[in-house]
């Protein structure tokens, strides 16, 4: 199969800052300079661009820059790898987001001091001073420093805003325990827990107690797609990416967006959401099961809303309903989730997707399932995917 | 130092490359019950799997075990170590470096690797080896020579239980400045733990600065006078590049507030109120919140802040709820 590009993307503005022995600035400025008069070259404003790609290498984060810029939700955004190989690398990446609608603009850039700053010449490593570790530098004085106390400073807000309480995240590490239960590939095969045991766990950091964070664990997951034409002769039930996206909603810090308007919602899987219902035509009410990522108990929550299974801030009465429990509404982590399966950063969630989707799940519910929701870590920039299976082509 | 120099001082520091640091070290005690408690204690770990026998027979341990993290202690040298600073393999290559100006020393990281739960009765011994010294580098601290140590932990049976890797970074100081160094004399007693600093760079460090100064500043866009924090180059609204700062009231309101409880951080004092502040300039901060007791706090109180010295090194932000009339 062809990839189908030809003719569908065009380069339309380009720029260069002045080039120095020492630019005077930061690389995040330059990036900046750099990206806004390309857009003026092209006579686009920052709110055309959707899409961003640039080097791994850069140390000018791509959030960073859009926020700098005044560029908006951002629909594609990717780094490539290998050095100077990656020249010609962000074109292609920019190319195949254009040609399959995954981003209508997308702006490429690479940034460095290479001469006054770090200097390929004197080797790599030493005491970098990055965009990213300019971030944390906001919050890591404070002690504000671990994932729990990010996730948890969203979801104190979002418990004064709704009627959220810890009977809704008890209900979510409860169920994921339930999963894992009788699991026996889980870490926490044949060990439940009940509300004393719950109660009874350390404090982490308000609201969180010890079972409402995930795992530590070792292992690997792996995922092989191939095209659906060739799927329909391999060995397994063939089952079908119905969408996928991914979204950095504007505004955006890593585990740290606390400067949008509110920050009781995870905006960037919203859009997400609805990109992948508009891409398939799906709607919430057509999927029969989730793998919710579930680093937290709350963040399943805020999920379950972007993805429309309730309305923004109504999570809890969706989940005391016994919504995720295999006879419920939305069988959701049936493999344990992180909380309780194990901590492979989702992508042991794909794998229990797939098993869903095929009716092999190890908690296979009653129900036939025909499609199946697959989400991504939120917090940070995030996605999502819709599976079916063939009988939905 | 030309390159002839040079090359003679890498020679020199490259031939203790491999070297063992000295015999190995076995520990004063064997692993007991008494020195887990007191670890325990001290951490904040009511994990019942190191104090409490019964619980910990029917555990998946089958038993009292030492905490993981306790590995190192056991076969450290002890309170002699403040007295006579002891002449090993590593310090003698340290005074090499300091002895050519690389008299910086900064611990960068270290990585621990644990081959199996220690119980009360194992005895320890630590073997530590120079594995490596990489070329020299350019960092932000200035030239230097990042150095691995590897040790090797052993059991009576002479097993290996873990194996740490602990590197550190000898450099000449950027400014010149041998008092930089934190190392380089033999008679400093340690320092207490301080608040992780943020880096500072062009598109932040004026703002540390002003804090340093007891000035909390807020940038503001010089074309679209628009206000925004964290800082950055440029003005989201009109993409201008130019911005002066205004000087924050530091008043504001609770928008949301976290306390962490655990794990805790040296240098940090726990229950610890973090929060981020609706300043009533407009924009947003993230900061402590002090004078209170954290189950008081709540979304939407007034709070007012000050800039204080937390520890030996940091001057910072701290917000107290505000006076009732003010
Ligand atoms: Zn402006």
Redesign the interface.
Known sequence: MNANIKDKAAIVGVANTEFSKNSGRSELQLAAEAVAAALDDAGLKPSDVDGITTFTMDTSDEIEVARAVGIGDLNFYSRVPHGGGAATGLIHQAVMAVATGMAETVVCYRSLNGRSGHRFSGGVSGDITTSDAIHWGWYMPYGLLTPASWVAMFTQRYMHLTNCTKDSLFEVAYTMRQHAASNPAALFYQKPFDRAEYNAQKKIVDPFQLYDCCLESDGASAVVITSTERAKDLKQPGVVIKAVAQCAAADMEVMTSFYRDEIAAIPSMDIAAQTAYSQCGLTADDIDAAIIYDAFSPIVLWQLESWGFCKHGEAHDFVMDGALRLDGRLPTNTHGGQLSEAYIHGVNGIVEATRLVRGTSVNQPGKTINHALVTAGVGVPTGGALLGTMDTL | MNPEETQAFEEKIYAFIGRENGPPKKGHDAVNEPMIRHWAEIMGD?SPVYTDSEAAINSSKGGIIAPPSMLQTWSMEGYSMAGDFVQDVQRGLHNVFDEHGYTGVLGTNTTTEFFRDLKPGDEVTAHTVIDSI????????GIGY?IETVTTFTDQDGEDVGRQVFRV?KFVPADGDASASSESTDDESPAAPT??????????GWW?NAIDEGKMLIQRCKNCQTLR??P????????S?EWDSIESSMEGEV?????????K?PG?DYP?C?A?ISLNEG??I???IVGID?EDVT?GMKVKGNIEQVDEK?M?PQFYPAQAGE
Request: hydrophobic share 30%; proline share 7%.
């Open positions: 009511e990489s070329e020299q580098k350019a960092t932000a601290r990042f970074l608040r992780i600093a943020s880096p500072r760079g062009h598109d932040n540390w924090h964290p950055r180059p440029m003005c989201g609204e009109c993409q590049i928008f949301s507030f976290t306390t962490l409880h655990y794990p951080i940090y610890l973090c981020v924009t947003r993230v900061s402590n954290h979304i940091t910072l």
